[in-house]
């Protein structure tokens, strides 16, 4: 008994997955090389980053699925997911935007108050990054907006440890790739989103996401 919860907690699952993404990565090379360029592309105007996740995320699933990438899925994905992406995506920035407001305002005027506006929009800022992962998730597998936000919410609600394991590996992946510049176009996205993909996927529950 002890074995078995040890093996479902947390840390192991988070683990299990970045190795079978590492692996997946290497064994589907130049499909997530190209992803991850055409995701890198995709994003440059900010805005799009949400929009762009999506269809990378619901590039991975096919892959996964399907061993090759259904492009009629991908571009129906993003066309119907487009504005919801787009707007999702963006909170985090927002609550990041506030945050930096209310430090900067702190440093000027050591005011407790702004000190703990700026905590609570970072932690507003950390939560909706955390949640939209399993949202994008529901988006690549077609559930409808209403009910990818509810899976999102209930995903992270139930697998807060897990949920924040996979946002720090997915930071670390982020800093390691980003230090070595070219590695990050051409491999963050394709290794990061289909570790957080084999993270959801195993957590999630059967049926949690309707269509």
Known sequence: MAREME??????VVYTSLKRAVRFFYECGPRLILLSVL????SLPLITLG?????????IVSL????????????????????????AGALPAVFAGIALLYFRRYLATASTLAFASSVVATWACIYAV????P??????????VEAAFRA???????NGLASVFMG?????????????TVAFVLAFAGVAFSFQIEVVERLREPAAVEA
């Open 7 to 12: 093996a479902g907690s947390p840390e192991v």
């Open 39 to 42: 995701w890198f592309v995709a």
């Open 51 to 59: 929009p762009a996740t999506v269809g990378a995320f619901a590039a």
């Open 64 to 87: 996964r699925e399907d061993g090759r990438f259904d492009r009629e899925r991908v571009q129906r994905t993003v066309v119907r997911r487009a504005v919801p992406a787009l707007l």
């Open 130 to 133: 955390l949640v939209l992962v």
């Open 135 to 144: 949202t994008f998730v529901a988006f690549a597998g077609d559930a409808s």
């Open 152 to 158: 999102g919410f209930r995903f992270t609600r139930r």
């Open 168 to 180: 720090a590996i997915t930071l670390v992946l982020f800093a390691v790739l980003a230090a070595l």
